[in-house]
């Protein structure tokens, strides 16, 4: 377990639009949101309205929680107190597997890796988990690297 | 070429040292700037009747500088902004002189961008003091991802993987900002890198080093434009403006990264209108000016305004090709990478003064407008700096580009 985040230097204050959401993680449901009108689903979910379509009547979709890292960065010099002691940590962009629309757009979400710099590659499938954090009120969604593929990319120093 | 070609001008340039501390106020700085911008250009107070500026809730109002300056404005206008923020200012003046609102508009930036509120996170080495996540920073800061360098270096080590350029491209734009910035006596870093010291310098977040990030400085600068009709009467040769665009990608007009490819960028859009509107084509640029943020963000620019193909610009910038004297030089002043920061504004500036052939560099004639070209003795003036593009900006949400001539082009 290479992250330890610090929740009482890091308040997450949910708001009207993304309350629901933080709930959702409290029971370990992963969320993005979904347009009622045309069925387009996005992350992350403060965003109110279709970029589609501009409906604002927005629901959730539950995800299973798997995808593809589509990208990633290693944060060596962290700037946020909460995080000075977990460097170096992953960050990653990943590719949602159940939230391919037909015109080809694929729902990305972000979110900080619980493996190790040594693991990560571009390409590689990952799966949500649900880690209580020190603040009783959030339940942060982690992604852990739960498989290997054949097409997968590290970057080279 | 466009109705609005060549009718406006910028005739004012001015900005106040970069520094770090500078132990002074943003409405301080933002008056020195404009003050400094006004005397270049030979105006007094009472010839400016616009004013704009922009800011990321980080400075002081076109208001506060105005009653300090005795300006009296029939248009001001502050929006929040960000690195495209500038060219888009300017062309924003352009249309606020052509429907009649002002007639001589000055656009400023003023940030202590180093000592006061820094981007994306708390002042490392610092009291780290707890920190809420509101908005869009419960989805990005919640998981430790919130500086520019964090957020851009997404873009980045996909576009790595998608083209397979490495991060020695990174390091020809370090090595070739720095040198300029090694003939410029206000630069914060003026030594000579090569290659090797950027491959040997420190991780910030990876992919990125050290010298691939740019200098956050204390800094203000502003930029006069009127009308052609009233340059021709001021202190220095006009720089016309001979077109530019300010936009947002087609697909994902904000932060999104489900946008198809997260390395394609506003500029994809925007450079054919400008090029358009500037009646000239990629041959006719001398040199180019781009928002050096990051030393990746010139690559994607190379690409997004078409000066290569995209996935290209790794090879197009390998052989020192945007050093001084070469094919296509680059951020002349040595860019946020070396010379500071001033949130986009800067490389306008130096463009106007090498289209006037009055580059403030250590050459010693240069105040006589004379220059070496001596590379030895100091002098970062271009021989044949007649029209450059000038490109802001790597992001989606927004890139804008200037393209300028001087009066000999």
């Excluded at chain 2, 911008?37 to 076109?62: C, F, V």
């Excluded at chain 2, 009308?227 to 999104?256: C, K």
């Excluded at chain 2, 220059?371 to 802001?392: N, T, V, W």
């Amino acid at each position: 377990m290479a992250v330890t985040i610090d929740y009482s230097k890091l308040r997450i204050l949910p708001d009207p639009d993304t309350r629901e959401w933080w709930e959702a993680a409290r029971q370990h449901r992963y969320l993005v949101r979904q347009c009622k009108r045309c069925g387009h689903k996005w992350f992350p979910p403060n965003i109110p309205a279709c970029d589609k379509c501009t409906a604002m009547e927005i629901s959730w979709f539950e995800t299973a929680g798997k995808g593809v890292i589509h990208s990633y960065v290693v944060v060596v010099q962290p700037i946020v107190g909460a995080f000075v002691s977990s460097v170096p940590y992953v960050v990653a962009i990943i590719e949602l597997d159940d939230c391919k629309e037909a015109d080809g757009t694929v729902t990305r979400v972000a979110g900080v890796l619980t493996n190790a710099e040594a693991e990560v590659a571009i390409g590689l499938p990952c799966t949500v988990l649900f880690e209580e954090t020190n603040d009783p009120k959030i339940v942060m969604p982690r992604w852990r690297i739960s498989g290997e593929a054949d097409d997968t990319w590290k970057f080279s120093e | 070429m466009g109705a609005l070609t060549d009718k406006y001008c910028i005739v004012g340039v001015g900005e106040t040292p970069h520094l770090r501390p500078s132990n002074r106020t943003t409405l301080s700085m933002a008056c020195e700037a404009v003050r400094n911008a006004m005397a270049d250009a030979g105006l007094k107070p009472s010839d400016i009747d616009g004013m704009t500026s922009y800011q990321a809730a980080d400075s002081t109002t076109s208001g506060h500088v105005a009653t300090a300056l005795g300006l009296r404005l029939n248009y001001c206008l502050d929006i929040l902004g960000g690195g495209s923020s500038t060219e888009a200012l300017v062309a924003h003046a352009i249309g606020l002189i052509e429907a009649g609102y002002a007639k001589t508009i000055v656009c400023f930036r003023s940030m202590n961008g180093r000592s006061g509120r820094r981007m994306g996170g708390q002042i490392p080495g610092g009291p780290i003091p707890a920190v809420n996540a509101e908005g869009d920073n419960q989805f990005n800061m919640g998981w430790g991802w919130t500086t520019p360098a964090q957020r851009f270096g997404m873009s980045a080590m996909r576009y790595l993987r998608d083209t397979g350029c490495t991060t020695k491209a990174f390091a020809e734009i370090a090595v070739a900002h720095r040198y300029h910035a090694s003939l410029n006596p206000k630069a914060i870093h003026r030594s000579p890198i090569t290659i090797d010291d950027h491959q040997r310098s420190r991780w910030v977040v990876k992919p990125f080093r050290l010298l691939d990030c740019c200098q956050e400085t204390d800094v203000a600068a502003a930029i006069i434009v009127t009308s052609r009709e009233r340059a021709y009467d001021l202190r220095h040769p006009p720089v016309f403006i001979m077109g530019g665009y300010a936009r947002t990608m087609t697909e994902s007009p904000q932060w999104n990264y489900s946008r198809p490819v997260l390395h394609y960028v506003a500029g994809n859009y925007g450079w054919k209108r400008a090029f358009g509107m500037a009646g000239i084509t990629h041959r006719d640029v001398d040199f180019i000016s781009c928002y050096d943020a990051f030393t990746f963000t010139t690559l994607i620019q190379l690409e997004a305004n078409g000066f290569c193909r995209a996935g290209e610009a790794g090879e197009f910038v390998k052989g020192g090709r945007l050093q001084i004297d070469h094919e296509l030089p680059s951020n002349l002043s040595g860019g946020h990478l070396s010379e500071g920061y001033t949130h986009g504004v800067q490389m306008v500036i130096e463009n106007v003064r090498q289209l006037r052939h009055r580059a403030d560099d250590a050459c010693p004639d240069w105040r006589e407008g004379k220059h070496s070209y001596d590379r030895s003795a100091g002098c970062r003036q271009l021989r044949k700096a007649k029209i450059c593009c000038g490109m802001a900006w790597g992001w989606e949400n927004m890139g804008s580009c200037l393209v300028l001539r001087g009066m000999a082009a």
